[in-house]
Antibody, heavy 123, light 109 residues
Framework: EVQLVESGGGFIQPGGSLRLSCAAS????????MHWVRQVPGKGLIWVSR????????SYADSVKGRFTISRDNAQNTLYLQMNSLTVEDTAVYYC????????????????WGQGTLVIVSS | QSALTQPPSASGSPGQSVTISCTGT?????????VSWHQQHPGKAPKLMIF???KRPSGVPDRFSGSKSGNTASLTVSGLQGEDEADYYC?????????FGGGTKLTVL
């Protein structure tokens, strides 16, 4: 069974840092693109970042560029999101989502999603 | 990276069809055939329903279909069922980043 499990969320003061993790299982993690998507409770989905299967290609939303860093450890089947200089506007549930298999040539954000981890930035 | 434009709400009676639009620009929806649609029930993670404008992942009923014309993509749900009541989000590749729509709440009357 394909499974994604996020962790690392919590309460943090503005200006602080947090690292989110996403543990993948049930598929060959090293073959897939991966994404982070966030959602303020009761609001819409906001795409945050993506990373290629070999980590050579990364992209960010303008709102997080320069503050967030996406990375992955294919040996540990884990995706990361390092979040620095956090602001109250970063408060949201953060989902990791599986992208397409690099061999498929397909393009989409997520055919499998985790349950999300809540980040609250507040003083 | 501006959000794609979706109507906030849509509705239909069981058995009817409903279409949800998603309007972007030539830099996203109009520039690539990489529009996806996600369904999200309250308190649940999103589910991919359509990708690359018209393709359905395995297990998605063929009542769900997608199309695109210019800078506007559409999701059509035919033969509405109660379980289709949910929020629907479009997303599009934008040449590196991706962008989502604001979401449409579909109500089955």
């Amino acid at each position: 069974e394909v499974q994604l499990v996020e962790s690392g969320g919590g309460f943090i003061q503005p200006g602080g840092s947090l690292r989110l993790s996403c543990a993948a299982s049930g598929f060959t993690f090293s073959n897939y693109w991966m994404h982070w998507v966030r959602q303020v409770p009761g609001k819409g989905l906001i795409w945050v970042s993506r990373i290629s299967s070999d980590s050579r290609t990364v992209s960010y939303a303008d709102s997080v560029k320069g503050r967030f860093t996406i990375s992955r450890d294919n040996a540990q089947n884990t995706l990361y999101l390092q979040m620095n200089s956090l602001t109250v506007e970063d408060t949201a549930v953060y989902y990791c989502a599986r992208g397409p298999d690099r061999r498929s040539g397909n393009y989409y954000v997520g055919d499998c999603w985790g349950q999300g981890t809540l980040v609250i930035v507040s003083s | 990276q501006s959000a794609l434009t979706q109507p906030p709400s849509a509705s239909g009676s069981p058995g009817q069809s409903v279409t949800i639009s998603c309007t972007g620009t030539s830099s996203d929806v109009g520039g690539y055939n990489y529009v996806s649609w996600h369904q999200q029930h309250p308190g649940k993670a999103p589910k991919l329903m359509i990708f690359e404008v018209t393709k359905r992942p395995s297990g998605v009923p063929d009542r769900f279909s997608g199309s695109k014309s210019g800078n506007t993509a559409s999701l059509t749900v035919s033969g509405l069922q109660g379980e289709d009541e949910a929020d629907y989000y479009c997303s599009s590749y934008a040449g590196g980043p991706w962008v989502f729509g604001g979401g449409t709440k579909l109500t089955v009357l």
